[in-house]
């Protein structure tokens, strides 16, 4: 249940408002991202799945403001949104240029996989639902920047050195491999 | 029951958040196992990170977690990032020897 | 300083064999004025060294030592070692001038006899390798290093004789000398090892001392014995005596020049300077072993010498006998005598067979200049009257000839007369006296047979198919070692008493060692020795030169003056005489003794072989080939059935399970999740 620090308690009604509020923008939000998904999964032209893939992982990214990750939700949208989604339509562009007759996708092992995403999700859902979960009361808080960075550079240190590594040696093996090609008769 | 039902209903908790990022898995692996676009696939991946990383920071909010699940958030976003990169360049060039895309047409591997 | 020397003197000949055997074709004259340079330094050497040891050290023996190789430590007698040492006594320092004298002149000579053979240079390399391994025997100090030369020299030997080796006789000679030295040899080496097993320690001086102190071969004067016989055993080998001297007269086959050198004046006599050298240990009953055989073999090979024709053989028979003598002055005691008549008989020996290859060399130029191959150059009946063709020849031949037969005023004489003295104080000191009659016997038969040789060569009417003229003198660098080695087998040089060695310097310089085995064991000590020796010198003499006369008067009287026909008294003398021409069936009988009883026993075991051995086998292999069928039958239908039922079970397990690999990625992921589900409801 979320609450207010101790300081200035708010009544009752002041709580309840608030409560109300948080509880109808997190629907909005998951119904944002689920339809989104939803759409980008039943779709059958990948232009349009992907730009569904963006509304999903901006609502994903409001979801993320609601539970109070700011910074996280700001380098989701940074990454996903102008990132790799800007890269996905790339490739779709780069791929699929020449066929655009093609453009329109077709799925395959339709029945066994939507039994199995079926019962993939029902059994989350049960789990979920079901599991007594240790929670506490969340407290409100203001940035989470500055605890961030402090542990970044202090706990995460080598994670976080081994993670620049690694985006280093993706990117050289990306540019390697997408440029093979050309050395190629 | 029913004003427990509704009560839980204008609470959103740790529960929430979790169907949320399960009902996102479920379509992201729907996604993965029934598109024939490889790129389709990869979209269907990043869903399911998504998801993961819902569930990271759902539980850094209501458990004892803390900052830790959004550490680990982050860190996610990273490694989808470097993902993509290689995973479209890897896509190029099976686009370069195959000329498509299908997954279903890539199969030299049959026993 | 003169360790050091001799050093120089043992390795100048063996720098000499290096470098002629490697680079000897390329050098100018084949490089035989190296290698006769070579030795004539090392007999400058020797002879200074052995006036300087004489003069200034008389007494004592210079000896140095290195050790060669560490045996590491032996339990009980503690640390193992081989030294290379040198010892220069008396005894080697003479030896060590008689070898390299023989040694150079023998150099010398062969430049003319050699002349123009097709391995000229390897000739002087082998002797070079045979001068170094001879005055290694002379100068060591221990038995090891004396057997290792001991067998390089019996290599040297065996080169040399095969040196004509396109001639099937020679290099059966050749492997006939080698083998015959191998069964001295193993009996040389046991010895050898029964001192070492016993006393740790190969050196002379050390066993010696080791005896002396009363410390015998596993407690018992008999392996004492035993070790002295052994020892012995090489010089059987070397020196030719009975029952092995059957290879000496084969080896005439090598070139003359080596048939002096080796088998004539050193190698031989290495026999009786080991006997000497061993002298010390030799128990009473191993010298009298010793001194029977000298005595069996001086007479067999003086009778054998009379009936021969060929003039090498005659002369090697002689050196048999002549060997013997020494072996049996050693083994009575007579140990100055013995060694003496080595030295000189060394020079008038060595001066025969130059003399003899003198005369084969002229008479193969005659016989060639006749265009005549098939005459044999070296048969005495194809000789005589060579006197005045070759008058240097003939009268060195002459001095040499009277010094073998033991005529006053030679130096034959002088040490032949100390054997014979000796073998008479032996005959009175321990009653055998059959010794000293065999030792007179020989000296008649040696003066007869060595008169007949030199008669039928060189006096007399022209035999066989040559023309008297065409014989030549040989070239000067033949005939000056003659006279050198005629010169020396004159009194003088050995003592200025024409009738009595004794006083002189031989006699004080070489003085017979004291023996070191336990007294019940020992010999007649030196000083009852000379006595006996003294009162029994003047009779030695006298007869000695009347039993010599006799044997010349009676060989001229044959041969010169015909008064006794050579033919009726063979006749008469029937199996005698068959026996002696054919050296006593020595040969045969070891033909059928030993090289037939080797061939029967192969048979025997051939037989063996063929019928048990093979039998078995062939029985084993019949099983085998029972068994393996069976064995083939279950392999092919049970093993390999399972084999193949094996495999097609993967092959059809490897179809069913290829389905599954459709080759598409996303079927592999529905797997995966259904797996994975699966897997879920049955963990929790």
New interface residues.
Partial sequence: ?PGKPANDKPTYDEANRL??L??IL??AF?VL??GS??Y??FSKN?VH??FA?IF??SG?AA??V????D??AA??IL??VG??LI??L???M???LDFTENLK??????L???L??????V???YV??AAE????V?ADRDG?MY??GM??MNE?LL?FQI?GV??L???I??????T??KNEP | MESTFLQWLAEPGLTHYLMVSAILFSLGLLAVISRKNVIMVLMGVELILNSANLNFIAFSRFTELALDGQMIALFVIIIAAAEAAVALAIVLNIYNRFKTINLNEISLMKG | MLIQLSLIILLAPMLGFLVLIFAGKKLPRNGDWFATGLITLSFALSLYLLITKLTLHHGEAITGTMTWVVLGNAAEAGSLTVPFGIMIDNLAAVMLVVVTLISMLVHFFSVGYMHGDVRYSRYYAYLGLFSFSMLGIVLTDNLLMMYIFWELVGISSYLLIGHWYEKKSASNAANKAFIVNRIGDAGMFIGIMILFASFSTFAFGAIFDTVAAGNLPFNSTAWLTAAGVLIFCGAVGKSAQFPLHVWLPDAMEGPTPISALIHAATMVAAGVYLVARVFPILTADALLIIAYIGAITALIAATIAITQFDIKKVLAYSTISQLGYMIMGLGVGAYTAGFMHLVTHASFKAGLFLGAGSVIYAMHNALHKKNDHHTDAQDIRNMGGLKSRMPVTYWTFLIFTLAISGIPLTSGFLSKDEILAGTLAFGTLSGHWLLPIIGFAVAGLTAFYMFRLLILTFHGKHAGTTSLDDVVESPKVMTIPLMVLGALSLFVFYSFNPFGASSGWFFAAIERPASVVPALMQPATSAVFHDAVSSMHTLAMVLSILIAAAGVLFALAVYQWNKVSADRMASSLGFMYRGSLNKWYFDEMYGSVFVNGTIGITKILRWFDENIVDGAVNGAATVTSRISVVSRWFDNTVVDGLVNLSARLTEMTGTLLGKIQTGKVQTYFIYIVFSFIVLFFLFI
Avoid: C, K
């Avoid at chain 1, 996708?105 to 339709?110: D, F, I, Q, S, W």
């Avoid at chain 1, 093996?173 to 997408?178: I, R, T």
């Fill in positions: 249940m409560m109300e948080s509880a997190f629907y998951t991202t689920v998904a939803a980008m999964v990948i799945a992907a893939l999903s992982l994903v979801l993320y609601l539970l109070y990750a910074f996280v380098t989701q990454v996903y990132g790799i890269l996905i790339f490739g779709i780069l791929t699929t996708t077709v799925t395959v092992n339709m066994p996989a939507s199995l995403s079926g019962a993939v999700a059994l989350l859902l979920f639902f979960w240790t929670t506490i969340p989470t605890d961030l542990m970044l995460y994670p993670a690694l985006l040696v993706a990117i093996g990306a540019l390697l491999m997408s093979r090609h």
